[in-house]
Structures are given as C-alpha cells and as structure tokens.
C-alpha cells in the first residue's frame, strides 16, 4: 500500500493551504483516512480523520478551520486549511487504516509533508 501526499509549503498567518493524500495498491478500501501532524520537540497528534461512511473527527485545535473530505472512488482524502497560525507549523502525515488479507487492520503512512506558518 502506498500513500503519495501533494501539497504543504510555506504561508503566512491568517493564510490557507491544501493537503492530497491517495491510497493505491490494497484490494480493500481504507475504514478510514486521516491527517497527523508532529511539530519538532512534540508527539505526533491527530489533526483530523474522517471514516468510509463520512464520520469525521478533529482536534479541537483546528475546528472551524480545517476541513477533511474524501472521494471514495479515487480512495483520496483532502484537508483544506484556512485561518492558519504559527501554531500549525508541523510535519503532517497522510494516515489509512486499511484490512489486510486477515481482515486485520493495518495503519498505513505518507512520507509527510512540511507545513510552516509564518511571516
């Protein structure tokens, strides 16, 4: 399974950014696709999921101001976020949780793209 992630890059405070994540290469579709983030010094944390039947989870340091969608067909998963702050700045990682042969659940990871908030 591979997960390619698009977009990330530098913006300034108050400004809005647009993460991509694609899964290929499993027979089954992920439960459930998501964006992590790990700033330096910190834990990685989860920024926002959402599952295959459209129920989506946030940190509450980001409602209201990140979004995360998801086209089954494509088994994509975006995050668009606006209102940026410095606080945002972080490495963030495109997460799936996909069966494997065993009907086990596996979590699956990107190669994380850097987001830098600042002026």
């Known amino acids: 399974v591979q997960l390619v992630e698009s977009g990330g890059g530098l913006v300034q405070p108050g400004g809005s950014l647009r993460l991509s994540c694609a899964a290929s290469?499993?027979?089954?579709?992920?439960?459930?696709m998501g964006w992590y983030r790990q700033a330096p010094g910190k834990q990685r944390e989860l920024v926002a999921a959402?599952?295959?039947?459209?129920?989506?989870n946030y940190a509450d340091s980001v409602k209201g101001r990140f979004t995360i969608t998801k086209e089954n067909a494509k088994d994509t998963v975006s995050l668009q976020m606006n209102s940026l702050k410095p606080e945002d700045t972080a490495v963030y990682y495109c997460?799936?949780?996909?069966?494997?042969?065993?009907?086990?659940?596996?979590?699956?990871w990107g190669q994380g793209t850097q987001v830098t908030v600042s002026s």
């Open positions: 959402i599952t295959d039947g459209g129920k989506t």
């Open positions: 290469g499993s027979f089954f579709r992920p439960d459930a």
């Open positions: 997460n799936a949780v996909i069966r494997d042969g065993y009907l086990r659940r596996i979590d699956y």
